[in-house]
Nanobody, 123 residues
């Protein structure tokens, strides 16, 4: 069974930065796509960013230009680097992985999920 473990969440002031990490229990090169989603209280889980094996990255419009999604194959780790954070970025952030080919279009297209890490942006 694949395990994804997120870390790096916390409380940050508006305009600040955070780096989330997602550690996988097996080689992340075995996943065609990995991504980050987030869920705020009372809202549905929403797409944040994803990266495919070939390195193609996609971002939600709400985070474009502020967030990046690097990965380190040697460490089996995925990251989410978040800058210029705003209160509306407050949510639980989830790492997800999809072994199969094809472009994922929603949460059901990912096979594995982490437990989430809380990010709170507040002064």
């Amino acid at each position: 069974q694949v395990q994804l473990v997120e870390s790096g969440g916390g409380l940050v002031q508006p305009g600040g930065s955070l780096r989330l990490s997602c550690a996988a229990s097996r080689s992340i090169e075995s996943f065609a796509t990995m991504g980050w989603y987030r869920q705020a209280p009372g809202k549905e889980r929403e797409f944040v960013a994803r990266i495919a094996t070939a390195g193609i990255r996609m971002y939600a419009d709400s985070v474009k230009g502020r967030f990046t999604i690097p990965k380190d194959n040697a460490k089996n780790a995925l990251y989410l680097e978040m800058n210029s954070l705003a209160p509306e970025d407050t949510a639980v952030y989830y790492c997800a992985a999809r072994p199969g080919l094809g472009v994922p279009t929603g949460t059901s297209d990912y096979n594995y999920w982490g437990q989430g890490t809380q990010v709170t942006v507040s002064s």
